[in-house]
């Protein structure tokens, strides 16, 4: 169907918890907001809901800062909202370059262990879910990304695809600017690997 909205809502009070709003508070606010449309429409997270999530501590970030989507689909279900989830990868080394080089927020050791950890909650969470509801992307694939973007949103992708076609240069400029991986990042990337390997296992993505 032609989408007329995409909606953005913001789940997330803090970064401490709780993470998300009470349960019955979210779905009152979609009940509410749906009502407002008579053709259909979208609702997207806001940025900011990825593994890990926010600032805090190694423990923080290692152990609890991430979305819980078993929680958002029972809120969607319970909103009669179709609810949908776009998984977008990027290798490990690409993944600890922009995290603990470019961004910062750990040491690239603690790090390391921060996205290891965060793999597991991803693969859980999703088997968690119904695999109709989840889709996957490498983030430096474009026509991935239109695609699963398509999916996820609705078939009238126009302004969708066109605010990406704006956004692709700015991607590509960005990860072209990424620092250059020292040796240690190189040995804890191999490490990692293996985690990011079953996860795009799991999403059924081509090798690269």
Known sequence: PEVACVYPIKPIRDCAFPIYEPEEQMVHKLMNVTGQYNAP??????LGNSYPMCYGSHAERR???HPELEQLSRI???SGLDFRVVVTLQDALDHLIHGCLKWHPENCKDQTETLESNVRFIKTQLRSIDKRHWRCARFADFHAMRE???????HSMLNVTESLDKTIPIWAKWMKEYPEATKEVRSLAEKLSPSFLELEQMCN???K
């Not at 429409?41 to 806001?46: G, K, Y």
């Not at 699963?148 to 609705?154: H, S």
């Open 148 to 154: 699963v973007l398509r999916w996820a949103i609705g």
């Open 205 to 207: 993505l081509p090798p």
């Open 76 to 78: 969607a279900n319970r």
């Open 63 to 65: 152990d609890r800062n």
């Open 41 to 46: 429409h979208a609702f997207s997270l806001t």
